[in-house]
Structure formats: C-alpha cells, structure tokens
C-alpha cells in the first residue's frame, strides 16, 4: 500500500471530522448545474462521503468509492449508501455517468498515473458527461505531509490536458481552501466535458 492511502488509513476519522462538514455548497451547484436532474454521478475518492451525501440529497443517483477500507466505512455510514473500495486506477465503466466528481482525489497521483486515471474518467461518463477535478495551485509534485501531490496551475493543466483527446475544458477556476484556518491555501477547479 502506498503511503497516501497508509496516511488515510490511520487518519480516517481525524480526517473525517475536518472535512464532513465542510459548506461546498457553490462548488457542488456549479457542478449540478451541468448535469441533468436525477443523473448518475460517481463521486471518485469521496473521503467521508460529505459530496455524496449533498449530491443523493438534490435527487441524484450517486456511486461512491474511495481507496481507504476506513474512509469508505465512514462514508457509508454518513451517507447510508455503500460505498465501494478501489484504488482509482481500477475504474473500468464505459459511458455510465452523466458526472464524474473527482474533489481533492486524484491530486494524490503521480502525473504519469494520472494521464492514464483521466483516460479512464472519460470513458466512464457518457459523450457529453462532465468531469469536475481539483488540485492545489501550483507546480510541486512530490510527497507533502505524508500524501503524494500532483498540484497545477492553470496553465500547467491545459499543457495536461492537451494529451487527453475527446474533452472540452469548459472552466478553470481558482479558489481558497474553506477550511477554517486555510483560507491562504489556493485551489485549482476543472470543469471538462467529453466530446
């Protein structure tokens, strides 16, 4: 197991109660916003599960599934849904979601791993199904109190992107961390669309 996910393992619950009740609110209707009432969603490393929960309660049919056998009991928990345990590069759907809601996941991957991860997010939403990532604005990559980070500017994200074919980068936006005592830490917010 790599030491991202050992660090989520002995962190579930400190974790957990940092993030659960977190208002994202403007975050998640900007996502919504995109997709049709009652469509399929599948929150990509739901942590504790907070998306999923706001997400099943606007009416939405929501799979869950995180790398950590504990995040994914405390979000099942949270959000009365069961939630699935797999590591990301394991998604394997094709044209199932109308959304792919990937918060603060897939910023634990190394670059090269992450190409392959959002190859796999657009095959798993349908021809005009949307993929929202976020990452830490910047330019590290490497391993930061005991989690692996790939951050991006926006910049650095369209050169990404420019190797991934069939997608539209609809938005780009930067926001602070909500976190209470955060609010330095800048965030980078990406709406795609599958062609």
Not at 4 to 26: H, K, M, R, W
Not at 79 to 98: H, P
Not at 104 to 129: N, T, Y
Not at 182 to 193: A, C, H, P, S, Y
Request: proline share 2%; aromatic share 14%.
């Amino acid at each position: 197991m790599n030491t991202t996910l050992d660090f989520y393992e002995n962190n579930a619950d400190i974790f957990a109660v940092g993030t659960q009740d977190v208002v994202f609110a403007d975050v998640q209707e900007r996502f919504l916003s995109f997709l049709p009432a009652g469509g399929r969603i599948l929150d990509f490393g739901c942590g504790a599960g907070r998306d999923t929960r706001y997400f099943l309660s606007k009416g939405y049919v929501v799979d869950a599934t995180d790398g950590s056998a504990e995040l994914c009991r405390i979000a099942g928990r949270n959000t009365g849904i069961n939630v699935r345990q797999m590591l990301f590069s394991q998604l394997d759907e094709d044209c199932v979601y109308d959304g792919i809601w990937a918060c603060a996941s897939v910023l634990h991957l190394p670059k090269s791993e992450l190409k392959d991860v959002f190859v796999k997010m657009i095959r798993a939403v349908k021809p005009g199904g949307y993929i929202y990532a976020s990452f830490k604005y910047g330019e590290f990559e490497g391993e930061r109190n005991g989690r692996y980070f790939m951050d991006f500017t926006d910049e650095t994200f369209r050169i990404f992107a420019n190797d991934l074919s069939g997608i539209t980068i609809i938005e780009e936006w930067i926001s602070d961390d909500v976190r209470p005592g955060r609010g330095d830490e800048k965030w980078l917010n990406v709406m795609i669309r599958r062609s």
